[in-house]
């Protein structure tokens, strides 16, 4: 009986302990890349050059996109515009460096 409570005690601290069953999981989008970029093109009217879905356990998923402004302001700049995928709703828009595709350690992102 000593040794059964003993394994269960040690069930539950090495169990319960690891990093995948403390996080949980992601947190689905409610709203497709599509119907992200639909939104991000509404906010800076161009072209989008880059998009992907930034997921993080028990955080909302975050589309990013960069975008080309069709008016080309500010010069030689990108706008970065995130929006929420669980609420679609506009997160930032930041003003970013294009990537240099010289220089493949340059995310084009200068925070």
């Not at 000593?2 to 989008?29: C, D, M, N």
């Not at 998923?61 to 679609?88: A, N």
């Amino acid at each position: 009986m000593v040794i059964h409570r003993y394994l269960v005690v040690l069930a539950l601290v090495f169990g319960l302990s690891t990093p995948a069953l403390a996080e949980g999981p992601k947190i689905a989008p409610a709203f497709s890349q599509a119907q992200a970029r639909k939104i991000a093109l509404a906010r800076v009217p161009g072209t989008v050059v880059h998009e992907k879905l930034k997921q993080k356990k028990k955080k909302p998923p975050v589309y990013s996109f960069k975008i080309r402004p069709r008016d080309g302001k500010p010069p030689g700049m990108l706008i970065k515009v995130e929006i929420d995928g669980s609420s679609g709703a506009l997160l930032k828009t930041k003003a970013v460096k294009p990537r240099d595709t010289t220089n493949p350690k340059d995310d084009g992102d200068d925070e």
